[in-house]
């Protein structure tokens, strides 16, 4: 959701002063209910996650004479107006679905696209607008009136399926790597430039003065931050990567810091390559196969230098950084989260013991 803001901004109080119109106007309700029966994918709101909108569980059941709505196909999108579940909205990924738990949208597609929607109904924005007007904790649902008079924002279409493009991608990359979505990519480019010709590649050297544990610059080795000095050798948004040792895990450095002699530090040709892009390049690229050594690995300046990779137009690069970086963003809240829940575990089992 920190994309859709960023692009976007509030969508209710239209910090950055789209166009707008009520979503009566651009996404009519659905047709009322009718009785259906047969064998039915009857959707409710425990099958559906909450903030993402992904349909967890399918449930087919033979029903007669049930009343709910029409049977939905993936134009349509689906949302609460139960106020504990506001921010469950979904797209029916198939057709053939019936609820008689969600309220049915159909927005118009040379308008608004229905994944912009879905995001801007569930958003903190809008759930806290639909709380409000609710006016109180005994009104269980949201107001449909309100909803239908709400302004809508419409930034341009293009902008809308910009935002589509990376919200897709994240949400391929949110619990896994982006590896796969950077073959999908950038597979089929040719891998035919050299290191050589788009990077500088600097040896790290001994630090010249005792080590700090306090200093304006981090001092890294291949793992990463070992202590700080004052002194930098390198500058900042390079790529450290290990000379010896961890020589498969790259890592960013925003800031200038000094890199000891098991590390090189890796700079690009701006022009030619985003620093972030490189960085990511890193992340999938299998620099154990370059190692020849037995023991400890190892790589070697020359053997980095004659590296090929496929050099995207600058938009590309840019656009698959966003969607990296939205990725990263995901996984720290869900890894922070992690770390929540189990130390409220640890705290119970405290207790019972």
Same mark, same amino acid.
Not at 64 to 82: M, R, W
Not at 211 to 225: F, K, L, R, T, V
Not at 259 to 269: K, L, P
């Given at each position: 959701?920190?994309?859709?803001?960023?692009?976007?901004?509030?969508? %209710?109080?239209?910090?950055?002063?789209?166009?707008?119109?009520?979503?009566?106007?651009?996404?009519?309700?659905?047709?009322?209910?009718?009785?259906?029966?047969?064998?039915?994918?009857?959707?409710?709101?425990?099958?559906?996650?909450?903030?993402?909108?992904?349909?967890?569980?399918?449930?087919?059941?033979?029903?007669?004479? +049930?009343?709910?709505?029409?049977?939905?196909?993936?134009?349509?999108?689906?949302?609460?107006?139960?106020?504990? /579940?506001?921010?469950? %909205?979904?797209?029916?990924?198939?057709?053939?679905?019936?609820?008689?738990?969600?309220?049915?949208?159909?927005?118009?597609?040379?308008?608004?696209?229905?994944?912009?929607?879905?995001?801007?109904?569930?958003?903190?924005?809008?759930?806290?607008?639909?709380?409000?007007?609710?006016?109180?904790?005994?009104?269980?649902?949201?107001?449909?009136?309100?909803?239908?008079?709400?302004?809508?924002?419409?930034?341009?279409?293009?902008?809308?399926?910009?935002?589509?493009?990376?919200?897709?991608?994240?949400?391929?990359?949110?619990?896994?790597?982006?590896?796969?979505?950077?073959?999908?990519?950038?597979?089929?480019?040719?891998?035919?430039?050299?290191?050589?010709?788009?990077?500088?590649?600097?040896?790290?050297?001994? /630090?010249?003065?005792?080590?700090?544990?306090?200093?304006?610059?981090?001092?890294?080795?291949?793992?990463?931050?070992?202590?700080?000095?004052?002194?930098?050798?390198?500058?900042?948004?390079?790529?450290?990567?290990?000379?010896?040792?961890?020589?498969?895990?790259?890592?960013?450095?925003?800031?200038?810091?000094?890199? !000891?002699?098991?590390?090189?530090?890796?700079?690009?040709?701006?022009?030619?390559?985003?620093?972030?892009?490189?960085?990511?390049?890193?992340? @999938? /690229?299998?620099?154990?196969?370059?190692?020849? @050594?037995?023991?400890?690995?190892?790589?070697?300046?020359?053997?980095?230098?004659? %590296?090929?990779?496929?050099?995207?137009?600058?938009?590309? @690069?840019?656009?698959? %950084?966003?969607?990296?970086?939205?990725?990263?963003?995901?996984?720290?809240?869900? @890894?922070?989260?992690? !770390?929540?829940?189990?130390?409220?575990?640890?705290?119970?089992?405290?207790?019972? +013991?």
């Amino acid at each position: 959701m920190s994309q859709f803001i960023e692009m976007f901004g509030n969508p %209710v109080t239209n910090t950055k002063g789209w166009k707008t119109a009520k979503i009566k106007d651009v996404a009519p309700e659905m047709p009322s209910k009718e009785q259906l029966s047969g064998k039915i994918w009857l959707l409710n709101l425990d099958m559906i996650e909450s903030n993402t909108g992904r349909i967890i569980e399918k449930v087919y059941e033979d029903v007669e004479n +049930a009343l709910s709505v029409q049977s939905f196909d993936e134009g349509n999108v689906l949302f609460s107006k139960l106020r504990p /579940y506001l921010n469950k %909205v979904v797209i029916p990924d198939e057709p053939g679905m019936a609820t008689t738990e969600l309220v049915p949208l159909r927005p118009e597609p040379s308008k608004l696209h229905k994944v912009f929607l879905s995001h801007l109904l569930r958003g903190n924005q809008f759930v806290n607008y639909a709380n409000d007007i609710a006016g109180g904790t005994k009104m269980p649902r949201m107001p449909l009136t309100e909803l239908r008079n709400f302004d809508c924002i419409l930034p341009p279409m293009d902008k809308q399926l910009e935002f589509v493009f990376i919200a897709e991608q994240v949400d391929k990359s949110k619990f896994g790597d982006f590896k796969s979505q950077f073959i999908e990519m950038f597979g089929g480019l040719c891998q035919d430039t050299p290191w050589s010709d788009v990077v500088t590649i600097t040896n790290g050297k001994a /630090y010249p003065e005792e080590y700090q544990e306090e200093g304006a610059y981090p001092i890294c080795g291949s793992g990463g931050i070992m202590c700080y000095g004052e002194k930098k050798l390198c500058n900042g948004n390079t790529t450290i990567l290990g000379r010896k040792g961890n020589i498969n895990n790259p890592i960013f450095m925003e800031s200038g810091y000094w890199i !000891v002699d098991t590390a090189f530090s890796i700079d690009v040709d701006k022009a030619k390559l985003h620093p972030k892009f490189f960085y990511y390049w890193c992340c @999938q /690229y299998d620099f154990t196969k370059l190692n020849k @050594q037995g023991v400890l690995p190892s790589l070697t300046r020359k053997d980095l230098e004659k %590296v090929k990779m496929a050099i995207p137009q600058m938009r590309d @690069q840019l656009k698959f %950084v966003s969607i990296a970086e939205q990725a990263d963003k995901s996984k720290s809240v869900i @890894q922070k989260a992690l !770390v929540y829940l189990n130390d409220i575990q640890s705290d119970e089992l405290g207790k019972i +013991a």
